[in-house]
Nanobody, 120 residues
Framework: QVQLQESGPGLVKPSQTLSLTCTVS??????????WNWIRQPPGKGLEWMGA???????YYSPSLKSRTSISRDTSKNQFTLQLNSVTPEDTAVYYC????????????WGQGTQVTVSS
């Protein structure tokens, strides 16, 4: 059973960098053909895909967030990390990490989500 767990600060000040880590257990983030994603849901809105890091280490970003987003990984810890720069209150959301197979139509495992509030 694969498990994903998000961690990071729940409160970030405007203009600062939001940094979240997803720790994966029960499966390796380097296993072929899996992509490890960051997805968020602002209050009252739908899910927004932010970006992903592939089993190979390649990264992919939402065009709307690309200039502010960086995703990296630590294979020794089986973790991947999201950094979102220059945050504003509009970045307040529940942030999720999730796994999807290259040939699948939907995510098969999700973290429980972590609330991040951007406020001074």
């Amino acid at each position: 059973q694969v498990q994903l767990q998000e961690s990071g600060p729940g409160l970030v000040k405007p203009s600062q960098t939001l940094s979240l880590t997803c720790t994966v257990s029960g499966g390796s983030i380097t296993t072929n053909y899996y992509y490890w994603n960051w997805i968020r849901q602002p209050p009252g809105k739908g899910l927004e895909w932010m970006g992903a890091i592939a089993y190979s280490g390649s990264t992919y970003y939402s065009p709307s967030l690309k200039s502010r987003t960086s995703i990296s990984r630590d294979t020794s810890k089986n973790q991947f990390t999201l950094q979102l720069n220059s945050v504003t209150p509009e970045d307040t959301a529940v942030y999720y990490c999730a796994r999807v197979h290259r040939y699948a139509d939907e995510y098969d495992y999700w973290g429980q989500g972590t609330q991040v509030t951007v406020s001074s």
